[in-house]
């Protein structure tokens, strides 16, 4: 059978388990993605390897025992029950205000998958203990920095806006941003109703022993390592990853935490998960299986739904692919003559459409901001949990991108 056929096969086979059954689906999608690679199209084995997220798995371990030492000494649990009396009881008023700090943050400068990764550790240790349900924390966080994602300086923003550029849609930098973020106030706005965010029991007062702790040498310094780290990484461009490991290590060598629990808090069961899909997916990609299924899907558009069909192709190749990496840098300089192989459209509202549409679906657990959400999780059958639930909300925000670009691309690129 065609590689290109069959790899896609594969992965719809794995998704599908991986919601059916208890089976980890990167341990499936790594075998997969070997038999493929090497006995159907016929590569080496070092190539298939080639396809390991080095980078993710370097950033999700590094951060995720960095912030095992944390709570492994106590302090994120003292942080949190501090930020839950800053926020005077008042629980439902922590994902609103999750979504903005990540909004604030990403749209300085660091993007989406750094803020995420920074906030979302103590994000779920804080809104965990006041009540609120992981998975409206994961949402809010990670749409928060998605909102932010796309601004004029932006990593992410700086390759939506250079790409336009060199197709003649340059200068809509404020626009780009402004898409991005009302999309992403929506749908979280959905989610904070849906979920029940405004039906939240307030926190209880602060009391007991835990809530009234003090903070003790060990927690200031490990607050500080982390402000370190966090410092490192938004002023000074640190990797994500290796500077947790830094952090860590300081940590250890200060004798604040304790290494061996920290790092059997590490979730080994998650990292595995969401590394054995990204190597499929390189797998899907090198085969021809993501053409294959962008060429079935563009032969649907025309000239009046243009603007909802690239967001929905966009958004579906993004859940399981890279947004800044693949589907911006691809898809972007293809406008002109997309809108002129469908007949008609406004180039500027189907950029935009890609550029929302490709964001939307970022939640995913297949991409590394959702990837980053469930890695928080220790428990591996709360984590299969929380990556069920963002991988059905991040699928789905392939057709709600869909039908909103239909509607407000087209408007918002004329005013």
């Known amino acids: ?3 290109a056929i069959l790899s896609l096969i594969a992965l719809l086979v794995a998704l599908g388990l991986s919601m059916a059954t208890k089976l980890n689906v990167g341990v499936l999608a790594m075998a997969f993605a070997w038999l493929i690679g090497t006995y159907v199209a016929d590569w080496k084995v070092e ?3 080639a396809g390991f997220p080095s980078s993710l798995f370097l950033t999700l371990t590094g951060v995720t025992l960095l912030f095992a ?3 492994s000494n106590g302090t994120l649990e003292r942080l949190a029950h501090r930020a839950v009396g800053l926020a005077r009881g008042r629980t439902r008023l922590i994902p609103i205000i999750l979504f903005v700090v990540a909004f604030v943050l990403s ?3 660091p993007g989406a998958i750094t803020t995420v990764a920074l906030l979302i550790p103590m994000s779920m240790a804080i809104a965990t203990r006041a009540g609120v349900p992981r998975f409206l924390t994961a949402l809010a966080v990670a749409n928060g920095a998605n909102a932010g994602n796309l601004s004029p300086i932006s990593s992410i923003g700086i390759i939506a806006n250079t790409k336009m550029a060199g197709v003649g849609l340059g200068g809509h930098e404020g626009k780009v941003w402004l898409a991005n973020l009302l999309a992403h106030v929506l749908v979280t706005a959905g989610a904070y109703v849906l979920l029940g965010g405004w039906r939240l029991v307030p926190a209880p007062p602060a009391g007991g022993a835990v809530q009234t702790a003090t903070f003790e040498r060990r927690h200031w310094a490990t607050i500080a390592v982390i402000a370190a780290w966090i410092t490192g990484v938004v002023g000074f461009q640190l990797s994500v990853g290796l500077a947790a490991f830094l952090a860590a290590s300081v940590l250890v060598l200060m004798a604040v935490a304790d290494e061996s629990v ?3 808090r590490v979730p080994w069961g998650v990292i595995v998960m969401v590394c054995g899909v990204t190597v499929l997916i390189a797998v899907l990609e090198k085969t021809g299986g993501m053409e294959l299924f962008t060429s079935m ?3 649907l558009a025309g000239p009046a739904t243009i ?8 958004g579906l190749i993004s859940s399981w692919s890279s947004t800044a990496g693949v589907v911006l840098p691809t898809f972007l300089p293809t406008v002109p003559g997309l809108v002129e192989k469908v007949g008609g459209g406004d180039p500027l509202a189907v950029a935009l459409s890609i550029n929302v549409g490709s964001a939307m679906v970022d939640v995913s657990p297949l991409s590394t ?3 980053l959400c469930v890695a928080t999780v220790a428990d591996s059958a709360e984590a299969k949990t929380l990556f069920r639930q963002l991988l059905t909300w991040g699928l789905s925000m392939a057709v709600v991108g869909a039908i909103l670009c239909q509607v407000f691309a087209g408007l918002l690129a004329r005013v």
């Open 1 to 3: 059978m065609n590689p």
């Open 47 to 49: 190539q298939v390897a």
């Open 69 to 71: 030492l944390a709570e």
């Open 107 to 109: 749209s300085v400068g």
């Open 262 to 264: 920290a790092m059997k």
């Open 297 to 299: 899907l563009a032969r």
């Open 307 to 314: 603007n909802g069909v690239v967001a929905f192709v966009t």
């Open 369 to 371: 901001l959702g990837a």
